[in-house]
T-cell receptor
Framework: EAGVAQSPRYKIIEKRQSVAFWCNPI?????LYWYQQILGQGPKLLIQ????????DSQLPKDRFSAERLKGVDSTLKIQPAKLEDSAVYLC?????????????FGQGTRLTVV | AQSVTQLGSHVSVSEGALVLLRCNYS??????LFWYVQYPNQGLQLLLK??????LVKGINGFEAEFKKSETSFHLTKPSAHMSDAAEYFC?????????????FGTGTLLAVQP
């Protein structure tokens, strides 16, 4: 079974530039998550999709971050404009239908460096 | 609100020694608890999960964890450390009963294994 695919693996941009990340979840997984992992911290949920609808985006900085999941499959996360504090690893995860006892399967992440 | 606390951001053990990584949770409802491992430049991989069945949970790579309600703990153990166990370990609680099923992570424990 193919895992969660993310691209690019690494990205370096200057502050105030824009950047986009792509995620393709495991086939059949209705739920897709974007997590932000700042160095030395645990992952923090940015946004959760159930199919193509947003379930939770309470921690997404909506003035600069946006995400979409058209057709309920792959997803993109965009940052515009980027700030230095956005430097982090952005992890995409997906999970099959479940009610809390279902684990999330993670991609390898995109490491963003904002200079 | 649910949360997890990992005691000790860095743990160092000798090869062959017992590994003990501590996790305490806070939850107003019976929790679902998870341990994930993250190797350098990789995503998170599930080690094991507690979903209200057996309190002693066995995972991959010889790891296990015991759910202790009286102590609100879910510590991760392995009888004999191997060099390949060097990684960062995250404890997480699921937003059980909520609409999102999101994972709430601790800050992580970096495990070093000395030869």
């Amino acid at each position: 079974e193919a895992g969660v695919a993310q691209s690019p693996r690494y990205k370096i941009i200057e502050k105030r530039q824009s950047v986009a990340f792509w995620c393709n979840p495991i086939s059949g997984h209705a739920t897709l998550y974007w997590y932000q992992q700042i160095l030395g911290q645990g992952p923090k949920l940015l946004i959760q999709f159930q199919n193509n609808g947003v379930v939770d985006d309470s921690q997404l900085p909506k003035d600069r971050f946006s995400a979409e999941r058209l057709k309920g499959v792959d997803s993109t996360l965009k940052i515009q404009p980027a700030k230095l504090e956005d430097s982090a690893v952005y992890l995409c995860a997906s999970s099959p239908p479940g009610t809390g006892n279902t684990e999330a399967f993670f991609g390898q992440g995109t490491r963003l460096t904002v200079v | 609100a649910q949360s997890v606390t990992q005691l000790g951001s860095h743990v160092s053990v000798s090869e062959g020694a017992l590994v003990l990584l501590r996790c305490n949770y806070s939850s107003s409802v019976p929790p679902y608890l998870f341990w994930y491992v993250q190797y350098p430049n990789q995503g998170l991989q599930l080690l094991l999960k507690y979903t209200s069945a057996a309190t002693l949970v066995k995972g991959i790579n010889g790891f296990e964890a015991e759910f202790k309600k009286s102590e609100t703990s879910f510590h991760l153990t392995k009888p004999s450390a191997h060099m390949s166990d060097a990684a960062e370990y995250f404890c997480a609680v699921s937003d059980y009963g909520g609409a999102t099923n999101k994972l709430i992570f601790g800050t992580g424990t970096l495990l070093a294994v000395q030869p």
